[in-house]
């Protein structure tokens, strides 16, 4: 079993940043890619970035590409998602989450993921 926490979300204008991250604990020594999902009020949760275990291979969406950063420290259990140049748009709750990374490939299909974080909030004021 792996537990994902996230933690970092907040209030920001539009135009600010801010950093989310994912700390990941129980069994890590498998290998797990990553993904940031969000869901905005009354919407479907959506795929926002993913990572490969090694680092090596990333993703975005289109609406976020440019301006959001997946990172990992494995070393640590921590993923990062920095977000710039944020946008109301951008607002809903982030989610982690890990799947089991057997090619070093990334996945933008949630159900690919089996475990989740409970998510934190973003909110971008205009």
């Known amino acids: 079993q792996v537990q994902l926490a996230e933690s970092g979300g907040g209030l920001v204008q539009a135009g600010g940043s801010l950093r989310l991250s994912c700390a990941v604990s129980g069994r890590t020594s498998s290998r797990y890619a990553m993904g940031w999902f969000r869901q905005a009020p009354g919407q479907e949760r959506e795929f926002v970035a993913a990572?490969?275990?090694?680092?090596?291979?990333?993703r975005y969406t289109d609406s976020v590409q440019g301006r959001f950063t997946i990172s990992r420290d494995n070393a640590g259990n921590t993923v990062y998602l920095q977000m710039n140049s944020l946008k109301p748009e951008d607002t809903a709750i982030y989610f982690c989450a890990a799947r089991e990374d057997v090619y070093g490939s990334t996945s933008s299909q949630s159900w690919e993921y089996a475990y989740w974080g409970q998510g934190t909030q973003v909110t971008v004021s205009s």
């Open positions: 990572i490969s275990w090694s680092g090596k291979s990333t």
